[in-house]
Antibody
Framework: QVQLVQSGAEVKKPGASVKVSCKAS????????MHWVRQAPGQGLEWMGR????????NYAQKFQGRVTMTRDTSISTAYMELSRLRSDDTAVYYC??????????WGQGTLVTVSS | EIVLTQSPATLSLSPGERATLSCGAS???????LAWYQQKPGLAPRLLIY???SRATGIPDRFSGSGSGTDFTLTISRLEPEDFAVYYC??????????FGQGTRLEIK
């Protein structure tokens, strides 16, 4: 079965960077786009961008352009999302999501990133 | 960017009743690339409906989606206790950006 396992919770200071990993199993990693979605405490879902694991090509939401970098390592079926220049309002749960057919089919368990001085 | 507006923000119903949730788009959603998700506290969202009206794998047939263009609806025909949650619509068009609605909270009356 498809599984996405994300790295553990992080606590960062304002201005720092965070890199979250997402290890995929149960399918051909290069076959599905991988998206990143975040959810601030008590708030809705926000799409950050996606990566084509086959080509490495990316599309980022305009809000995160210049601050987010999505990469992948096909040898270990793992996607990464790095967010730089962290602010307190970046405190959120970050999800990786594999898009298999239509819609966001498979979600990681989420990684809580807390930004606090 | 397509803005999705969900209504109502909160819906209070009893088990056994019918729920109708709405999602309006600021411009036409191409090819009905509209999905619905259910999210329970502390868990990741779960895909319910894709392409406006197709049920995802394992989703009970009491969930149905309809609509096209700028107006979409999620209907839960007969509410079960486990259906009380937050529901989000999402458009995933032919190209980014992908956007979500702000959510509808379905609560027990």
């Amino acid at each position: 079965q498809v599984q996405l396992v994300q790295s553990g919770a992080e606590v960062k200071k304002p201005g720092a960077s965070v890199k979250v990993s997402c290890k995929a199993s149960g399918y051909t990693f290069t076959g599905y786009y991988m998206h990143w979605v975040r959810q601030a405490p008590g708030q809705g879902l926000e799409w950050m961008g996606r990566i084509n694991p086959n080509s490495g090509g990316t599309n980022y939401a305009q809000k995160f352009q210049g601050r987010v970098t999505m990469t992948r390592d096909t040898s270990i079926s793992t996607a990464y999302m790095e967010l730089s220049r962290l602010r307190s309002d970046d405190t959120a749960v970050y999800y990786c999501v594999a898009e298999a057919a239509a819609g966001f089919d498979y979600w990681g368990q989420g990684t809580l990133v807390t930004v606090s001085s | 960017e397509i803005v999705l507006t969900q209504s109502p923000a909160t819906l209070s119903l009893s088990p056994g009743e019918r729920a109708t949730l709405s999602c309006g788009a600021s411009q036409s959603v191409s090819s009905s690339y509209l999905a619905w998700y259910q999210q329970k506290p502390g868990l990741a969202p779960r895909l319910l409906i894709y392409d406006a009206s197709s049920r995802a794998t394992g989703i009970p047939d009491r969930f149905s989606g309809s609509g096209s263009g700028t107006d979409f609806t999620l209907t839960i025909s007969r509410l079960e206790p486990e259906d009380f949650a937050v529901y989000y619509c999402q458009q995933y068009g032919s190209s980014p950006p992908i956007t979500f609605g702000q959510g509808t909270r379905l609560e027990i009356k």
